[in-house]
Nanobody, 123 residues
Framework: QVQLVESGGGLVQPGGSLRLSCAASKFTLDYYAIGWFRQAPGKEREGVSCISVGSGSINYADSVKGRFTISRDSAKNTVYLQMNSLKPEDTAVYYC????????????????WGKGTLVTVSS
């Protein structure tokens, strides 16, 4: 049974940082490419970052390059999204999603989804 759970969202001021976690207990994330997506109010869901099986390929959306970092901790069966220098435009519900092997920035290509965690960047 494949199920993903996001955590770490919250309220942060512009310029601040948050670390989001994507965890699973009934399967190992090491066997899946894991992507982070986000959806802001009134906007389409967009791909943020993705890490492949074995972490050999890592992708970022242009809007977050240099600010966000995706990583795996196999011992904890968790994928992280470290978000630095946050902007109000980063406000969104963030979702993690899984698919076999290869990364994709197309949400329709993902096989499994978490329920999301809300990130609000505001003064």
């Amino acid at each position: 049974q494949v199920q993903l759970v996001e955590s770490g969202g919250g309220l942060v001021q512009p310029g601040g940082s948050l670390r989001l976690s994507c965890a699973a207990s009934k399967f190992t994330l090491d066997y899946y490419a894991i992507g982070w997506f986000r959806q802001a109010p009134g906007k389409e869901r967009e791909g943020v970052s993705c890490i492949s099986v074995g972490s050999g390929s890592i992708n970022y959306a242009d809007s977050v390059k240099g600010r966000f970092t995706i990583s795996r901790d196999s011992a904890k069966n968790t994928v992280y999204l470290q978000m630095n220098s946050l902007k109000p435009e980063d406000t969104a519900v963030y979702y993690c999603a899984a698919k076999p092997w290869r990364c994709s920035d197309d949400s329709n290509a993902m096989s499994y989804w978490g329920k999301g965690t809300l990130v609000t960047v505001s003064s």
